[in-house]
């Protein structure tokens, strides 16, 4: 059995994961939400990132000052969580940023993501951009699609997915509606 | 005051129909299908682009002999509804209870809201665009097909931004996801 790789995103009613400004103000982020992402990504066995998501994430999360009086205990819970975990970054630029949990995927994706997920160990969430995903697609190398899609329409920013060549049919796993309207919707491959 | 509803089928990434015009993983299934008919037997007047109606159009003449029951239905409801094309070309109307609007006027939609009796549904992307930016469309009832074709005509509208309320949800057997939505105001 080899860890499953999930990808997980927040999407805008029309399928954007930032705004025009590659800004993320429009993610509803409530306490119950909030409690229920440090659950599932304190269950996770690692989180493989595109390098432009890892330096957001990196640059917010690590840099989290935790005695800062507008920093809430479950933001706190979350950067502890997201501090021990292991991060694997797909980056021919990026050589290694000092933190001895983040390697890097320079080359060979489809071989060194399958020796990944034959490692033992819990499943791996993927968070990046559209060209990443899209091309992980094509690999066939994503196991499930979680996406949040949050109650707005944000007209113009950047796409889930890349321009693909073939559309990719999948069936809906598991769909589940958290307090402020986002909708998380589970998808495999068909 | 009459309520204007936006309902379409759109992929997981938002696309009416793919980048080749096609929207076959798109197509309702009988459970789907009668999930639409009860949403359309409210609705007293449709509202179409062009394209939108020349598409719907082969409803007020297919033959429904070897269809199945929701196809039938469908057929009945749309056929009795009355229809607005917005167009500058056509002159051509095959069907009933329609009428010509020359340009897309806000105001005289606005107009027809305030003394429709029965709700209107808006259909057709561009069309629909226009009435999200004109801030008039009160819901949006969507139903996402799982698939991904990663380009093509886009269900709702470029450079318009705008808030929404989820009001419901609900799975079916083939795999799509209904969701509507209150709009709570453009940006």
């Known amino acids: 059995m080899t860890r499953r790789l999930i990808s997980y995103m927040f999407t805008s009613l029309d399928g954007l994961i930032a705004d025009r400004d590659g800004g993320l103000d429009w993610v509803p982020i409530d306490d119950g939400s909030m409690r229920f992402a440090n659950t599932y990504f304190a269950a996770m066995g690692g989180i493989v990132f595109g390098r432009t998501v890892y330096e957001g994430f990196v640059e917010y999360w690590d840099r989290l000052v935790p005695t800062d009086p507008g920093t809430t205990d479950l933001e706190r819970e979350f950067a502890g969580i997201f501090g021990g975990m292991e991060r694997i970054v797909v980056s021919t630029t990026l050589a290694t940023d000092g933190c001895e949990r983040t390697s890097v995927i320079a080359d060979d994706?489809?071989?060194?993501l399958s020796r990944l997920?034959?490692?033992?160990?819990?499943?791996?969430?993927?968070?990046c951009g559209p060209a990443l995903r899209s091309r992980l697609a094509e690999l066939g190398m994503i196991d499930?699609?979680?996406t949040l899609v949050a109650p707005v329409a944000l007209?113009?920013?950047i796409p889930l997915f890349a321009p693909t060549r073939e559309p990719l049919s999948l069936r809906l796993a598991d769909s589940t509606v958290f307090s402020g309207g986002v909708i998380m919707l589970d998808h495999e491959p068909a | 005051m009459a309520a204007l509803t936006y309902v379409t089928i759109m992929s997981l990434d938002g696309y009416v129909a793919d980048e080749h015009g096609s929207f076959d993983w798109g197509v309702p299934d009988e459970e789907v299908h009668g999930f639409i008919n009860d949403l359309m037997r409210s609705v007293g007047t449709h509202l179409y682009g062009r394209r939108m109606y020349e598409v719907m159009s082969v409803w007020e003449t297919m033959d429904l002999a070897e269809e199945p029951p929701s196809i039938r239905e469908f057929a009945a409801i749309w056929r009795a509804a009355a229809k607005v094309v917005y167009s500058t070309t056509l002159d051509d109307i095959p069907t009933a209870h329609t009428?010509?609007?020359?340009?897309f006027d806000p105001d005289g939609l606005r107009r027809m809201k305030a003394s429709a009796e029965r709700d209107l549904s808006i259909g057709g992307p561009e069309l629909a665009a226009q009435a999200l930016a004109a801030g008039l469309v009160d819901e949006c009832h969507l139903f996402l097909a799982p698939v991904v074709v990663g380009g093509g005509l886009r269900a709702l509208p470029d450079g318009v931004r705008f808030g929404l309320d989820l009001l419901d949800e609900r799975r079916f057997a083939n795999d799509m996801v209904y969701v509507r939505y209150g709009v709570t105001g453009t940006e």
């Open chain 1, 109 to 112: 994706l489809a071989g060194a």
């Open chain 1, 117 to 127: 997920k034959e490692e033992p160990g819990n499943d791996l969430l993927l968070i």
């Open chain 1, 144 to 146: 499930r699609y979680r």
């Open chain 1, 155 to 157: 007209g113009e920013g």
């Open chain 2, 99 to 103: 009428h010509i609007e020359r340009a």
